[in-house]
Antibody
Framework: QVQLVESGGGLVKPGGSLRLSCAASGFTFSDYYMTWIRQAPGMGLESVSYISSSGSTIYYADSVKGRFTISRDNAKNSLFLQMNSLRAEDTAVYYC????????????WGQGTPVTVSS | DIQMTQSPSSVSASVGDRVTITCRASQGISSWVAWYQQKPGKAPKLLIFAASNLQSGVPPRFSGSGSGTDFTLTISSLQPEDFATYYCQQANSFPFTFGGGTKVEIK
């Protein structure tokens, strides 16, 4: 069965860095576009970044552009989000999700990994 | 960015009720809307894609409609497991913006 398992979240000081990982299983990872979506405490959902199956096409939200980098390792069935220069407003649960049809809707999600940016 | 305005923000309903949630896009997006259900502490779950297509495994009491700028999610007969927060999402262009959510509560 399809599984997405995030890791790498935690508590970090403003200006610090974290690298999130998403381990995929149960499907041919290299065939699917993937995304990171976050949810601040008690708030709604925000699209962070999106990557094509080959990694050749990448999008970033304006709020993270220049600070976050999405990448993938298709040989290791893994998706990553490198987060630098973290700010308090980056505090959220970060979900990785699969674009099942290449149509920008997301049929499988991980359980999320929490990121807290605080001094 | 395309804005998605969802209403109501909350609704109180009883088991068996029909519940309708609406979403309005700030510009025309054809049928590129998805709907998700989220329960506390859990990831969102895809219910509807391309405005009216039921995701595999989702009960048929859920339905979606609309095109252009106005979209609707309907739960035909609310069940106890349906009490949750629902989000629309535009799937037309990045950033894939979400509505503010509708919390469906027990009356």
């Amino acid at each position: 069965q399809v599984q997405l398992v995030e890791s790498g979240g935690g508590l970090v000081k403003p200006g610090g860095s974290l690298r999130l990982s998403c381990a995929a299983s149960g499907f041919t990872f290299s065939d699917y576009y993937m995304t990171w979506i976050r949810q601040a405490p008690g708030m709604g959902l925000e699209s962070v970044s999106y990557i094509s199956s080959s990694g050749s096409t990448i999008y970033y939200a304006d709020s993270v552009k220049g600070r976050f980098t999405i990448s993938r390792d298709n040989a290791k069935n893994s998706l990553f989000l490198q987060m630098n220069s973290l700010r308090a407003e980056d505090t959220a649960v970060y979900y990785c999700a699969r674009d099942g049809r290449g149509s920008y809707d997301f049929d499988y999600w991980g359980q999320g990994t929490p990121v807290t940016v605080s001094s | 960015d395309i804005q998605m305005t969802q209403s109501p923000s909350s609704v109180s309903a009883s088991v068996g009720d029909r519940v309708t949630i609406t979403c309005r896009a700030s510009q025309g997006i054809s049928s590129w809307v998805a709907w998700y259900q989220q329960k506390p502490g859990k990831a969102p779950k895809l219910l509807i894609f391309a405005a009216s297509n039921l995701q595999s495994g989702v009960p048929p009491r859920f339905s979606g409609s609309g095109s252009g700028t106005d979209f609707t999610l309907t739960i035909s007969s609310l069940q106890p497991e349906d009490f949750a927060t629902y989000y629309c999402q535009q799937a037309n262009s990045f950033p894939f913006t979400f509505g503010g959510g509708t919390k469906v509560e027990i009356k």
